[in-house]
């Protein structure tokens, strides 16, 4: 079954306490995306990946990091989380460049207190 | 500033009725626009899309209309049905920036049996 797989799904942590939402694909899709979604604000995208090795900034960064070291992989990382990134947090991928519709996971809902 | 406008946060409607969502945008450029319909404690799903070159798109029970003048895209269900219910995000997208999704803040529709 084609899909995007995240975990862990639900998480609460402290502030300060480094973390990683592990997220993967199986379609062998090059484009990845990591977007968080907050009441009003609909989805709004964090990073993404045109292919491995190859990542840039969406257009709420500040306080993640990722990497993609494996087309099926694109692991979102929080070193140091602060409340403000308490939220609900979904991977995407799609085919490549020239497409326009994304696979969403499931969601990973994270609680920074 | 958000780009993309969902200016009705819930909407209820009978079943058999129709259902009418709204989208409003700001950025002109965007030439491609999409739906996506989320469950509960699940990731969005796509649902249905339009390019700029058109005004209209259906599929089944979904249509989509797009009126570029006055930057809206609109979403009809009919008949709607309580299966329905869910909250549906507008996104829109423009190729000439790697075809990265904006998205609106989102629509709860809860349709009555």
């Known amino acids: 079954e084609a899909q995007v797989t995240q975990n862990p799904r639900y998480l609460i942590t402290v502030t300060g306490k480094k973390l990683t939402v592990t997220c993967s694909q199986n379609?062998?899709?090059?484009?990845m995306s990591w977007y968080r979604q907050d009441p009003g604000l609909g989805l709004r995208q964090i990073y993404y990946?045109?292919?491995?090795?190859?990542?840039d900034k969406g257009d709420v960064p500040e306080g993640y990091k990722v990497s993609r070291k494996e087309k099926r992989n694109f692991p979102l990382i929080l070193e140091s989380p602060s409340p403000n990134q308490t939220s609900l947090y979904f991977c995407?991928?799609?085919?490549?460049?020239?497409?326009?519709?994304?696979?969403f996971g499931p969601g990973t809902r994270l609680t920074v207190t | 500033d958000q780009q993309v406008k969902q200016n009705s946060p819930s909407l209820s409607v009978q079943e058999g009725r129709i259902s009418i969502l709204n989208c409003d945008y700001t950025?002109?450029?965007?030439?491609?626009f999409l739906w996506y319909k989320k469950y509960p404690a699940e990731g969005p799903t796509f649902l249905i899309s339009?390019?700029?070159?058109?005004d209209k798109n259906e599929d089944g029970r979904f249509t989509v209309f797009l009126n570029k003048s006055a930057k809206h895209l609109s979403l009809h269900i009919v008949p709607s049905q309580p299966g329905d219910s869910a909250v549906y995000f507008c996104?829109?997208?423009?190729?000439?920036?790697?075809?990265?999704?904006?998205f609106g803040g989102g629509t709860r529709v809860l349709v009555k049996p």
């Open positions: 995407a991928s799609r085919l490549g460049a020239g497409g326009y519709e994304q696979y």
């Open positions: 379609m062998n899709h090059e484009y």
């Open positions: 990946s045109m292919n491995v090795e190859v990542t």
């Open positions: 950025n002109s450029m965007f030439d491609y």
């Open positions: 339009i390019s700029s070159i058109k």
């Open positions: 996104a829109a997208s423009r190729k000439a920036a790697g075809n990265k999704l904006t």
